[in-house]
């Protein structure tokens, strides 16, 4: 069994510290995956679970084991494996919102919590069909569905109307 656990994203990897690099194109950027290969005698089929790391740059496959020890003297756990993940994404919100009558103070709320929540940035704000057309640019780890879920639970909170929203 493999006890690295390493997510199956675009990421740096290090062994105890030692960044994993390409030894064919000197790379650093890797996706991991677990896999089951046979031990050495054939015929039994033992298979056991390794860690794999493909190279995002040529393609290379890495093999590796998990040197994570038991440390008796310290009675500790020293873990080997670190990942660093690389996908931080980049995000243009456009969102199309009503608060009833002109209400510039619940406006300014509705911003600053998603400052807080999401570190957005504001690019653009303008009057439009009534409502107020808020353009917002960020950069997260989070998935798409989970920036929408959060900008349209932000609103419902603070009972403002969301008409349209695009994430791209
Ligand atoms: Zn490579």
Not at 30 to 41: K, T, W
Not at 56 to 74: N, T, W
Not at 100 to 113: C, H
Request: with cysteine.
């Amino acid at each position: 069994m493999s006890i690295s656990n390493l997510k199956q994203k675009k990421s740096r990897i290090t062994i105890f510290n030692e960044p994993v690099i390409c030894r064919f194109c000197s790379h650093d950027v890797f996706i991991p995956y677990e896999v089951n290969v046979n031990v050495e005698q054939p015929g039994i089929g033992v298979r056991h679970a390794r860690d794999i790391a493909i190279c995002q740059h040529c393609g290379e496959v890495k093999l590796f084991g998990d040197p994570s020890y038991y440390d008796a003297e310290k009675d500790n756990f020293i873990w080997a494996l670190n990942q660093h993940l690389l996908s931080v994404r980049k995000y243009k919100i456009k969102i199309l919102l009503y608060v009833g009558k002109r209400n510039n103070d619940k406006i300014t709320s509705f911003i600053n919590k998603l400052i807080q929540v999401l570190s957005i940035e504001v690019e653009n704000m303008s009057d439009l069909q009534g409502g107020v057309l808020l353009q917002i640019k960020l950069s997260s780890l989070n998935e798409m569905q989970t920036i929408r879920f959060i900008i349209i639970d932000t609103a419902k909170r603070m009972n403002i109307t969301i008409k349209d929203l695009t994430i791209k």
